[in-house]
């Protein structure tokens, strides 16, 4: 598997979204940023920007980023999803990272249905359905005339 180099730009952006999601100051990531790269550090004015948009909103879109930051929409989409890590849930930013609780139940779910695939063979395979990590609630009423089939609640007369 090869190692895909990342434009020092891109590594700073993301060492700017971390220090300001532990409350970092922009002076202090600054100076930190010009203790580790050096000369080829972002300049002030860049991790300021930077800084100050991460801050002020999550529900910014990739198109906003774009012409704000003067770079392509397809920058701004591989800059978030893949070296940022992030993905949009209800029209905002979010880490796209599991907790260990998380990654325990997908570890069950794995080997229940491992279990179940060595116990029936491929007949099994057609009775899976995947997604993503979306979840659809949906509740369908019953008509008030299969609630009386069943027997509900007796209408009380005044």
Same mark, same amino acid.
């Given at each position: 598997?090869?190692?895909?180099? %990342? ?7 993301? %060492? ?16 930190? /940023? ?7 550090? /972002? ?116």
């Amino acid at each position: 598997m090869s190692v895909q180099k %990342v434009p020092w730009s891109v590594e700073q952006r993301i %060492v700017i979204k971390f220090l300001v999601g532990e409350n970092v100051p922009s002076a202090e990531i600054h100076h930190r /940023l010009q203790q580790q790269y050096g000369e080829e550090r /972002l300049s002030w004015t860049h991790v300021f920007e930077w800084y100050a948009l991460i801050r002020e909103n999550r529900r910014i879109t990739v198109k906003e980023l774009g012409a704000m930051l003067s770079i392509s929409v397809g920058s701004v989409e591989d800059i978030v999803k893949y070296h940022l890590h992030n993905r949009k849930v209800n029209a905002r930013w979010v880490p796209r990272t599991l907790t260990d609780v998380n990654k325990m139940v997908r570890m069950q779910v794995a080997s229940h249905l491992l279990q179940q695939f060595e116990d029936k063979g491929n007949e099994f395979l057609k009775s899976i359905v995947t997604t993503d990590e979306m979840w659809v609630h949906y509740f369908i009423p019953k008509s008030q005339q299969s609630s009386r089939e069943r027997g509900g609640a007796v209408r009380q007369e005044k």
